[in-house]
Nanobody, 127 residues
């Protein structure tokens, strides 16, 4: 299982970024894909996930209405469109998947239950 995240960078408050996560080594069509983030000194936080069967989605309350997760099945890639970015969104962003845990609010709150992780991409939002 390989998950390659990209698209992070430095952006001003109110700006936008789109993160990408390219999946390989497994069939991403059959499994949920997650985005988590972790800021220095803070616990890992579930951001969003998208299910395998009907592309239903969940979002953390802190990003709902500003972030949008989507997937391109032909490219085996999941995206996280981040708009109206705030300094508190600054973190390392990680994509992840699991072969058992579904995309759910519970999975977003329990990152330890998710088995496969990418290397992360840094997002820094300046005020």
């Amino acid at each position: 299982v390989q998950l390659q995240a990209s698209g992070g960078g430095l952006v001003q408050s109110g700006g936008s970024l789109r993160l990408s996560c390219a999946a390989s080594g497994f069939s991403p069509d059959h499994y949920p894909l997650f985005w988590f983030r972790q800021a220095p000194g803070k616990e890992r936080e579930g951001v969003s996930c998208i299910s395998s069967n009907d592309d239903s989605t969940y979002y953390a309350d802190s990003v709902r209405g500003r972030f949008t997760i989507s997937r391109d099945r032909a490219k085996n890639t999941v995206y996280l469109q981040m708009n109206s970015l705030r300094p508190e969104d600054t973190a390392g962003y990680y994509c992840a998947t699991d072969f058992e845990a579904p995309c759910s609010r519970s999975a977003l709150r329990n990152s330890y239950a998710v088995d496969y992780w990418g290397q992360g991409t840094q997002v820094t939002v300046s005020s």
